[in-house]
């Protein structure tokens, strides 16, 4: 008997709430003012999380490729439905980000340059390498986004005291990669297969995809931070900071590891770690979302 979207969620959590991605047409409106010291852990966080939001626009656009060439391959219905349910999703991240990184334009930060090199690499691996790299390209950093987004929500203390419409929008971005994350790799599980050929490319490509994407990161946050008068008085002790972020204590990307080595497990799946408990947060989001926009449009 043929396993849905949902039987595998079901099977794999135990939790048998809305399993269906949902496009959500949210609009946040960040204030521009503050681009560079948004997040309550000082401008060297914020300046690491603008560096992730440059990669957003180019890679939900090559994710919505990667899926939409295969969608009318999926045998599943309810997985097609969901592939499409992402492509939604990943436009308004994309749309949202967009607006995001013309704030650090505003502000004098070298987006649109660091914003225009990512373009440059997906499009030459979409026009340079065979139909299944992206897609492998796309699992891998979909299980990085929600892996991000499942420590952004299982720690709120991460953002809390951050400005309120910065934080709403990257809670919203991590509640839905949590929503969609399997929904890529299902679709390569259905399309490509299972067998140990399938394992070896992914495998590999996370592998390759670890090694240029985080450096990427890192270079993209030093430019950012260099040209951040704030972050350039911090000097050193503010990269020390960030790195006790990301890697001491808190150390909010080092408890990532765990997780993200089941990756390299022959029998992974998205949804063997149990966490679609934390979706229960996207209906009352979703309206203090509606609300602040609606009061800021105002």
């Known amino acids: 008997m043929k396993q849905t979207t949902v039987d595998l969620q079901q099977e794999f959590t135990g ?28 401008p060297n966080v914020t ?7 440059l990669f957003f626009p180019a890679g939900e656009r090559m994710f919505i490729d990667a899926v939409r060439a295969y969608r ?5 219905p309810d997985l097609r439905k969901a592939a499409t349910a992402f492509i939604g999703q990943e436009a308004m991240h994309s749309r949202e980000h967009i607006e995001y990184n013309r704030l650090m334009d ?22 340079n390498s065979a139909k299944v790299t992206p897609l492998l390209m ?52 259905k399309c490509v297969g299972r067998g140990p050929k ?45 790195a006790n972020f990301m890697l001491g204590r808190p150390g909010y990307l080092r408890k990532l590891l765990p997780e993200y080595l089941a990756y390299f497990k022959y029998s992974f799946h998205p949804w063997q770690q ?15 979302a509606e609300a602040a926009y609606a009061s800021h449009a105002a």
């Open 15 to 42: 939790y048998s709430g809305p399993v269906m991605p949902e496009r959500r047409d949210l609009h946040f409106l960040p204030p521009g003012n503050r681009i560079c010291d948004w997040h309550q852990a000082g």
């Open 47 to 53: 300046q690491f999380m603008n560096a992730l939001s």
């Open 72 to 76: 009318d391959e999926i045998p599943d």
């Open 106 to 127: 505003a502000a004098g930060l070298p987006a649109s340059e660091l914003d225009a090199q990512v373009w440059a690499h997906t499009e030459y691996v979409k026009n």
């Open 138 to 189: 796309t699992i891998a950093l979909e299980h990085f986004t929600a892996l991000m987004g499942d420590t952004l929500l299982r720690h709120p203390e991460q953002m809390a005291g951050s400005q309120p419409d910065y934080e709403r929008m990257w809670r919203w971005h991590a509640l839905e990669e949590v929503e969609h994350k399997a929904v890529a790799y299902d679709v390569y599980e």
């Open 198 to 242: 399938a394992y070896a490319m992914r495998s590999a490509v996370m592998l390759t995809t670890t090694a240029t994407f985080w450096p990427h990161v890192m270079l993209f946050y030093r430019r950012l931070a260099a040209a951040d008068p704030a972050c350039v008085k911090a000097g050193w002790r503010g990269h020390l900071k960030l």
């Open 274 to 288: 149990n966490n679609a408990h934390l979706l229960a947060e996207i209906d009352q989001l979703v309206d203090d």
